[in-house]
């Protein structure tokens, strides 16, 4: 949830790095005026970003909380303001506001666990800052399998940090596809949710997906097949999230609110959610 009155009130960030990730994607690094991380925050919250007389948008914070120095959001072009940011230079000033929602149970659920992460396209994004967390703190937690597809090998976002860096640790291993195939491509070809069920992980693992919602429908509903219960899988809703303070309404499901009940939720609760998710 929103921790204070602070979280309301933007501060000036600046762009200090631009790193592009894929064709439509771009890893903006920012920090505040006075060169420093703009706040705290938890793995799996979110922060408002905006272009003055352009507009704003909530996004997931993509950098561990381990990462003091600075913060990153990796951003898919796919409207007015993502179209802005994708235009702007290394320098440019920004407003950024924060910290939002509920992040991921990395320091209860997921202590002593096997985690399992599932993520499809820009879908990883969200689930970089959990997963660098846990890499940060490698001892409180079991095994680590990590399930990453995208449409093509282009489309594969920190790929390089998942190949020069996840890959080598000790304790994790990296599953990839693609949706079709391709001439540089010698990985695995298929689905992200069809990949899943073949790999016959073991059920006792904590998974965490997030993707297209029709990705994360049939991969939780895969997972359902192999064993797990859905009470061992979480997702992130936060695309639903526009003012991230529970006063526009404009994320709300039934009974809950995305932005102060999630994003985070353990799938067993969204059973409690009405059909239109």
């Given amino acids: 949830m929103v921790n204070s009155k602070d979280s309301l009130i933007p501060c000036l960030g600046i762009v200090t790095d631009i790193r592009v990730d894929t064709p439509d994607v771009k890893t903006f690094r920012v920090v505040a005026s006075d060169g420093r991380k703009p706040f705290d925050h938890m793995p799996g919250q979110c922060a408002m970003l905006s272009i003055p007389g352009v507009g704003e948008a909530i996004f997931s914070i993509t950098s561990s909380p381990t990462n003091t120095a600075y913060m990153e959001f990796s951003i898919k072009k796919c409207g007015c303001l993502t179209e802005w940011l994708h235009m702007i230079e290394v320098g440019q000033m920004i407003t950024v506001r924060g910290p939002y929602g509920r992040?991921?149970?990395?320091?209860?659920?997921?202590?002593?666990?096997?985690?399992?992460?599932?993520?499809?396209?820009?879908?990883?994004?969200?689930?970089?800052s959990v997963i660098n967390y846990c890499r940060h703190y490698r001892k409180r937690y079991g095994s680590i399998d990590i399930v990453y597809g995208a449409r093509t090998p282009s489309d594969l976002v920190d790929y390089q940090e998942i190949v020069e860096e996840w890959s080598k640790d000790d304790g994790i291993r990296i599953h990839l596809t693609v949706d079709r195939e391709a001439p540089e491509w010698t990985g695995?070809?298929?689905?992200?949710?069809?990949?899943?069920?073949?790999?016959?992980?073991?059920?006792?693992?904590?998974?965490?997906?997030?993707?297209?919602?029709?990705?994360?429908?049939?991969?939780?509903?895969?997972?359902?097949?192999?064993?797990?219960d859905k009470k061992q899988v979480y997702t992130t809703m936060e695309l639903r999230m526009k003012c991230g303070i529970g006063k526009c309404g404009r994320c709300n499901i039934g009974s809950k609110y995305v932005c102060k009940d999630g994003p985070v939720f353990r799938c067993d609760e969204l059973e409690e959610l009405p059909d239109e998710y």
């Fill in 103 to 128: 992040p991921f149970p990395v320091d209860s659920a997921f202590l002593g666990k096997d985690l399992l992460f599932i993520a499809g396209g820009i879908g990883l994004a969200p689930l970089r």
């Fill in 188 to 228: 695995h070809v298929g689905f992200v949710p069809d990949y899943v069920k073949s790999l016959h992980f073991d059920t006792n693992k904590t998974a965490v997906i997030c993707g297209p919602p029709i990705m994360i429908k049939y991969t939780l509903q895969g997972l359902c097949e192999l064993g797990f």
